[in-house]
């Protein structure tokens, strides 16, 4: 007689959780559901049921499953979701044993890559005009267009002999 607990339901739940993410973690590292059932010493029925959530699997298995994907033990319970992120985050730290400082940088690179993420950028502002009254042409140099200075250019080179 099967039990209509809440527990039950957050049991079968929570082995649901733990099948896909057994899945999912196989299919990421590219191994079929055979090398997988081989690396963890189980069956390729077991390790089929075990991914549908519809055998509950010892610790000695869990252990072998969490070796046979490289993963600690504590990730095949990890969820797929922004937590998860951070822990990646954690990971890559670690893996690379970056110092206090090199992380500070990292943060330092992610808060320009992402603050303001979804406003529009600041208006632009409008191009330099020429300074000569009811030109409005854009500036080339010395803040005249370029009719303007090279005309000034010119008239101060006659000025000097």
């Given at each position: 007689?099967?039990?209509?607990?809440?527990?039950?339901?957050?049991?079968?739940?929570?082995?649901?959780?733990?099948?896909?993410?057994?899945r999912a973690l196989r299919e990421r590292r590219g191994l079929k559901q055979e090398d997988f059932a081989a690396r963890c010493g189980i069956?390729?029925?077991?390790?089929?049921?075990?991914?549908?959530?519809?055998?509950?699997?010892?610790?000695?298995?869990?252990?072998?499953?969490?070796?046979?994907?490289?993963?600690?033990?504590?990730?095949?319970?990890?969820?797929?979701?922004?937590?998860?992120?951070?822990?990646?985050?954690?990971?890559?730290?670690?893996?690379?044993?970056?110092?206090?400082?090199?992380?500070?940088?990292?943060?330092?690179?992610?808060?320009?890559?992402?603050?303001?993420?979804?406003?529009?950028?600041?208006?632009?502002?409008?191009?330099?005009?020429?300074?000569?009254?009811?030109?409005?042409?854009?500036?080339?140099?010395?803040?005249?267009?370029?009719?303007?200075?090279?005309?000034?250019?010119?008239?101060?080179?006659?000025?000097?002999?």
């Open positions: 007689m099967r039990s209509s607990s809440p527990l039950a339901t957050d049991t079968s739940g929570a082995l649901r959780s733990l099948a896909r993410r057994i069956s390729v029925s077991f390790a089929s049921l075990l991914e549908r959530g519809e055998r509950s699997p010892s610790y000695e298995t869990l252990v072998q499953v969490a070796e046979a994907l490289g993963v600690p033990l504590a990730d095949l319970f990890r969820e797929e979701d922004e937590e998860a992120g951070a822990h990646r985050l954690v990971d890559f730290v670690r893996k690379h044993s970056l110092s206090r400082p090199e992380v500070d940088r990292l943060l330092a690179v992610a808060e320009v890559m992402f603050t303001g993420r979804g406003e529009p950028p600041p208006p632009a502002a409008p191009p330099p005009e020429c300074r000569e009254p009811g030109c409005g042409k854009p500036v080339l140099a010395r803040e005249l267009c370029g009719a303007h200075y090279h005309r000034e250019r010119r008239a101060r080179a006659k000025a000097s002999p």
